[in-house]
């Protein structure tokens, strides 16, 4: 079975500091990751996600996040953070299916509120 | 560019009433999710259906029923309505099942209150 942690269930940084959101999973098989940001009374918006390939992936809004395989964990970043970066951040894993009629079944964390100080 | 479609937005029902949730995937996607979101809480995965067929069963209760039709929208049916029930409920689509290059695209939600 796979899971996801988040360290932090609210992180709050000065505007223009660094954004480190952190994310540990288990999967018993390289997973899919993905990243979804969730402002109040929106949907789910995917920001990046590693599938294969590099493991320093870049996403949306200048946030980027790192596939480490020897330490589980795909932390999220962004070297300044915005006003309009406050929202819930969700780090989600999803087993690789490779054939069949397979789905995109996610499970997410718990989620990270994030809060932006002026 | 058209999104995935939910409604309705918001709906109150009272226990043991009954609901339907619509969902209008990306027009070509063929394959649709439902999430339930409880107050303060994460995602969980309900049920996926992939060519009108259920492709993956998560955490659906029993009272919870779920199909996708010709034109690939789907409806989640709620009956016998619990407090535990309140929730957002999250739609997605994508075009075909997992691959590397596949995402899938959320809707804005319904959120059920039932009272």
């Known amino acids: 079975a796979q899971s996801v942690t988040q360290l932090g269930s609210h992180v709050s940084v000065s505007e223009g500091a660094l954004v480190l959101l952190r994310c540990n999973y288990s999967?018993?098989?390289?997973?899919?990751l993905f990243w979804y940001v969730q402002y109040p009374n929106q949907g789910l918006q995917l920001l990046l996600k590693?599938?294969?390939?590099?493991?320093l992936v870049k996403g949306i809004n200048g946030f980027e996040a790192e596939f480490k395989k020897s330490e589980t964990s795909f932390h999220l970043t962004k070297p300044s953070a915005h006003m309009s970066d406050a929202a819930e951040y969700f780090c989600?894993?999803?087993?690789?299916?490779?054939?069949?009629?397979?789905?995109?079944?996610?499970?997410f964390g718990k989620g990270t509120k994030l809060s932006v100080i002026p | 560019a058209a999104g995935v479609i939910q409604s309705p937005r918001h709906l109150i029902k009272e226990k043991r009433e009954t609901a339907t949730l619509k969902c209008y995937p990306i027009?070509?996607?063929?394959?649709v999710y439902w999430y339930q979101q409880g107050p303060g809480q994460d995602p969980q995965f309900l049920i996926s259906?992939?060519?009108?067929?259920?492709?993956d069963k998560g955490s659906i209760p029993d009272r919870f029923s779920a199909q996708q039709f010709s034109d690939y929208h789907s409806e989640l049916n709620m009956s016998s309505l619990e407090l535990g029930d309140s929730a957002l409920y999250f739609c997605?689509?994508?075009?075909?099942?997992?691959?590397?290059?596949?995402?899938?695209?959320f809707g804005q939600g319904t959120r059920l209150t039932v009272v």
């Open positions: 999967s018993s098989v390289p997973p899919y």
């Open positions: 259906f992939y060519e009108k067929m259920q492709s």
């Open positions: 027009p070509r996607h063929d394959t």
């Open positions: 989600a894993v999803s087993d690789r299916k490779d054939s069949g009629a397979g789905s995109y079944q996610l499970t």
């Open positions: 997605a689509s994508s075009l075909l099942p997992a691959s590397p290059n596949t995402e899938a695209f």
């Open positions: 590693y599938t294969t390939g590099a493991t």
